[in-house]
């Protein structure tokens, strides 16, 4: 009885709680942050949702799903993984329980202990509410990631980082004290209970990067520190001598970043360091891709980007390459040293810790009823929301091995020299974006200290379409990915990127021994998670098309697109690659 109550109660909640899950009378639906196509192309499907308030309903909505022996998955307000470890199934079948987080986020249960230096936090709130009660509190998360609409849950799930080779390092979960977590229970314990994990134990170092398959986090306390402020410059130079720069700086720097015009052979560094309060300044960082847009603007500009995509117009996209990178020190390149004022006067730019922490705003249109009024054309919305024809990519974050990337850096030179206008269009977007993690104890985290190395480029619209320039972009990631054994960001990548996740992070048997301990029947484990897992099956899917679609790497002409004149042949310079080609 109790359950049937609950379930009412739950989906009259449906109406009343704005998320990426959509039910009707058929059932329900969960989207991703695109409001667009899932990796797979496949739906998510499920039976049922919840929006839990507190850790004791998130408690019956676990038991509820235990009970009626149903696949759960937890998702945050607005499911930003780009992967789908957020599907409870696998998109050929259906069904399952989706808990949204996007209730669970009362600020009242926000506690900041200045005695330990730790804050506890509800799972769902947004990260960018977080870091700004925080700082109203006079202290700042460690490490965030760049984008403020995940949640806290979610971030660490996935192994969510910023940038830094000092201390603990770039990843947010290193920074984590203890976790709540819901798990499944026996009957006689009512099919869920919590259990608290914490430092120096087995399943905190499972918790940490959990993909959410160990059971539903209801609690994070994380270390935190003193407000401080933080200088940053942004400096460019030739990359003659990359390989070395890109670790001196790194080492020089607390919160340094690289971003490498690889076909202008320039690379932007961000100096960035910790300052006193007492150094004057208000300055923030934005980010141009985390803005809110108008919908007509974010389709014309996905229609000029892909008129000059189908001619393979390497002119538009250097220019656009070599104009950014010549005017980013003058333009500041998103920073401000007056934030109220927007107003950018030169380098260094320095203000409060969290002002150059997660940024965003983009996701606020979605809630906004005024916004939601407008016409369809005239809506803001984010630049990559799918229905308004918003910018769609081949995205690639992959974390190698410090002591690989030199080499990595020689490899993509010789690529680059051979034709330096094909990697024009990787410059356009985020270029060659390197950020820095520590070797971890988490036993889904980095096994060394590592460089996350991320690009992203065009992905066509349509499935099994090619790219101009899909050689390039699928020889950089085979590199990474085989060459250097890289390790694929667990909420970003393409879905063949998993393959053989266990010789690539700390400890696959022990993390695998925890989900055995804390959820034996796999209630929050799905087909793709297995597969990932290494528990059954493959994230690999061999068919015509499937490496355009990054289901697999391809091994015949099919897997590409031979009536387009794409086929698969070796890399230009990692011979062992296979990419789908149009040279001829
Ligand atoms: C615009 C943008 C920018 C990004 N920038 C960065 C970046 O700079 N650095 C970086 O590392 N990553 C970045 N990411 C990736 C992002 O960190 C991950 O996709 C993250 O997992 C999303 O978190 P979420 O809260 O939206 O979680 P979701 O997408 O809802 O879930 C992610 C995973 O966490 C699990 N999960 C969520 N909540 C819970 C819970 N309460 N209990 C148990 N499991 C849970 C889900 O089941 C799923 O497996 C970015 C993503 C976007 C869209």
Redesign the pocket.
Known sequence: MKFVFLALLFSLNLHLVRSLVECNASGCELKN?LRGPWPDRRPCKITKAFFPTNEAELLDAVAYAVKSKQKI???????????K??CPNSGSDTGGVVIS?AS?NSNSSIVVDKSSMTVSTP??IMLGELIDLLAMQGVTLHQT???N???????V??????SSLWGRGGG?YEYLVSMR?VVPASKNEGFAKVVTVAEGSDLFHAARI?????????QLTFSVQPMTKRSVTLSVADDASLEEDFLTLAQEHEFAEVSWFSSQKKFVSRIDDKAPLSVPGNGAETTA??LTVQAAAARSSRLSQEAAEAIGNSTFFCSVAKNTVNTVTSTGGGFFNDEQQQHFSGFPVVGYFHKFQAR?GCQYTYSNSTNLALPESERLVCG?DFRAYGQFWFHV?IAISISDVGNFIRDVKQLRDLSPERLCLLDTSMTLFI?YLKASQAYLGPKTDAA?IEFMTFRDRRPGEPQTYEDVAEEIEQLLLFKYNGKP????NRPHAFRDIGRKTKNLSKFLSARRKLDPQGW?SSDWSDSVLGIRGSPVTAKDGCALEGLCVCSEARHCAPDKGYFCRPGLVYREARVCSNRS
Request: glycine share 18%.
């Open positions: 942050y998955k937890v998702v945050s307000r607005e499911a930003h993984t780009m992967t470890f957020a987080t669970f799972p769902g990631i760049a984008w609409g995940v949640s806290p849950a979610g971030m799930s996935t192994g969510g980082h910023g947010t977590i959990s993909l959410g398959v160990l059971g539903a986090v209801s891709l985390f965003g990559w974050s950020r996350e960001h667990f909420g970003k929050f």
